[in-house]
């Protein structure tokens, strides 16, 4: 499953690369993906973006979360 999907369902997929010339255009590559069993333990998924991280790469990180209780 994409994480970023699975938690946010019937949204367009936010830009994930801003290697072009127009930084703006949204452009999606990057993601977490995870086994669908996994699904119940997903808590959240997120993309990290602002000009503190622009600074460090021309991708946005797609963090995900799972809670594991045993």
């Known amino acids: 499953m994409n994480c970023w999907q699975t938690v946010h369902p019937n949204q367009y997929l936010p830009?994930?690369?801003r290697w072009s010339?127009?930084?703006t255009m949204p452009f999606h590559c990057d993601g977490i993906f995870a086994p669908a069993c996994w699904y119940r333990y997903l808590e959240n998924a997120d993309i990290i973006?602002?000009?503190d991280w622009d600074k460090l790469s021309?991708?946005?990180?797609?963090?995900?979360?799972?809670?594991?209780?045993?």
């Open 49 to 51: 973006s602002g000009k």
């Open 15 to 17: 830009q994930t690369l």
């Open 21 to 23: 010339s127009n930084k």
């Open 58 to 70: 021309d991708h946005n990180p797609v963090p995900a979360s799972f809670n594991i209780d045993y």
